[in-house]
C-alpha cells in the first residue's frame, strides 16, 4: 500500500480530520484525479494537486457511483461503523 501525507485535510463532508492518502490495490501512489473515499463517513472525493481531498461534481459523482467497487468500499467503510448502507438504482 503506497501512502502520501498531505497536510490535515478535512473531509469535505463530515469534517473528519483526515492526514494521509493511500491507494488500496498498492499497485500506484495516489495522483491528482483519482478518487478518494473518507475513512470515516465513506463520502466520496477527488484528489487534488495537493492530495487533499474535494467534493465531486454531480457528473464525477455519476461517475463515482458507476464503480462496483467503490460502491463496496463504501459499504464496507459504513459497516466498520455499524452503520447500513444501501446503494440502489435510481429511477432517472
Ligand atoms: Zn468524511
Redo the contacts with the bound molecule.
Sequence with gaps: MRTTYPLPNP??????P?DAVSDLTGEKKPYPGAISL??????PGILTETMTSREPTDDELKDILRSQQVRRMMAAIALSHGRVVFIGKGKG
Design positions: 473531509c469535505w463532508h463530515c469534517n473528519a483526515n473518507c475513512v470515516e463517513c465513506g463520502a
